[in-house]
């Protein structure tokens, strides 16, 4: 046995990052750096952001070929300047759910995020039923990672790892708009 599958385990795990409180896609992403010092794939697709630019679109790329981001969504949904309806959201969703299928099933990467899943299952963007058929159809050594508030109780169920942040201060509060690097 390597040193890679003695790391790996037999089985993957289902990882859910949760909560009120920044860090749930800095997490995964701290987990991705991890992996990747260990010669492991790693594919993170994102289920909302992607129209923004975010400082992990740049960085990103220098961790490949090892990390693979795939930006699908549209950008935040129903806030600020999104003036897109909420099909279209539904659509791109749809089509992120498709490219984590393939992702998953590929047996090309060690670990797979899908970031702020959780989020487009609140917003009824994806199905939960359809994320609990995604879980249970993953290849038993894919390790993946869901990420994003408000994840539903079937989910956590079936996760072997439910980490929740908790706000407990927020510069926002005080008027301190988010920041390059920090924030995005």
């Known amino acids: 046995m ?18 009120k409180g920044k860090g749930k896609t800095t997490a995964a992403l701290g987990m991705a750096l991890r992996a990747i010092g260990y010669d492991h794939k790693v594919c993170m697709i994102q289920f909302i ?18 990390f693979e981001l795939t930006a699908v969504g549209k ?11 909420i099909e279209d959201h539904k659509k791109i969703a ?11 099933s590929s047996q090309k990467y060690n ?5 702020e899943i959780n989020y487009a299952v609140n917003l009824g963007l994806v199905s939960v039923d359809d994320v609990i058929k995604l879980i249970q159809s993953k290849p ?8 994003g508030n408000h994840v539903k109780d079937e989910i956590v169920e079936l996760a ?8 407990v201060k927020h510069p926002f509060k005080s008027g301190i708009r988010a920041k390059k690097g920090i924030d995005f």
């Open 160 to 167: 072997d790892l439910v980490t929740e942040m908790k706000e």
């Open 49 to 66: 952001k992607g129209s923004w630019h975010y400082g992990e679109m740049t960085s990103s790329k220098r961790l490949e070929p090892e």
């Open 94 to 104: 749809s089509e992120a759910l498709v490219i984590a299928k393939e992702k998953i």
């Open 2 to 19: 390597t040193i890679k599958q003695l790391a790996m385990g037999k089985d993957g795990l289902v990882i859910v990052y949760t909560g």
């Open 75 to 85: 950008g935040f949904v129903g806030i600020m300047d999104d003036k897109s309806p």
């Open 140 to 147: 038993e050594n894919v390790n993946l990672v869901l990420t």
């Open 111 to 115: 670990i797979v995020i899908l970031d």
